[in-house]
């Protein structure tokens, strides 16, 4: 068994799901509302902690699903985001990926740990908790230049 004397950063992932039209044009962007502190009751993107033996991106649709519902939507990976002070639990690192659901009749339940989801106009969202507004930023960028596969 292995300890170390330095502390150790946290990882979580972030979905980051569009709602796009006939044209790909993004129209719409999926958030929950938190159930739980930190930012309980703000808005934010899906998302969580990985599981000890779970692959990054496979977390990201889990917590995906256990906080929207919607399930499978395939995930891009952004990026990381590392500023220092992003989450104020700890020192925090998310891995942030990006998807597209073009079917109007896909709507989001609420689970987990979120107390809504619901799709917003892209147009007209509300302040995001963490530092989800440049992580959605980063995925509108991505969405238009058609990111490279994986």
């Not at 004397?5 to 958030?31: G, Q, S």
């Not at 990201?60 to 104020?88: C, H, M, N, S, Y």
């Not at 987990?112 to 908790?129: I, R």
Request: hydrophobic fraction near 40%.
């Amino acid at each position: 068994m292995y300890t170390y004397e330095y502390p150790r950063m946290l990882v979580t992932v972030d979905a980051v799901i569009f709602k796009v039209d006939i044209n790909y044009k993004p129209t719409h962007l999926l958030l929950i509302e938190r159930g739980n502190e930190p930012y309980k009751g703000h808005f934010a993107l899906p998302g969580g902690f990985p599981e000890i033996k779970e692959l990054l991106v496979d977390a990201a649709a889990r917590e995906l699903f256990e906080e929207t519902g919607i399930a499978g939507v395939e995930l891009k990976q952004i990026g990381a985001f590392d500023d220092i002070d992003r989450d104020p639990r700890d020192r925090n690192i998310a891995i942030a990926f990006w998807g597209v659901v073009s079917d109007d009749k896909i709507s989001p339940t609420a689970g987990d740990d979120a107390a809504k989801a619901q799709w917003f106009p892209l147009d007209n969202l509300p302040p995001l908790a963490f530092d989800h507004s440049k992580i959605v930023k980063a995925a509108l960028g991505c969405l238009k230049r058609g990111f490279p596969e994986q």
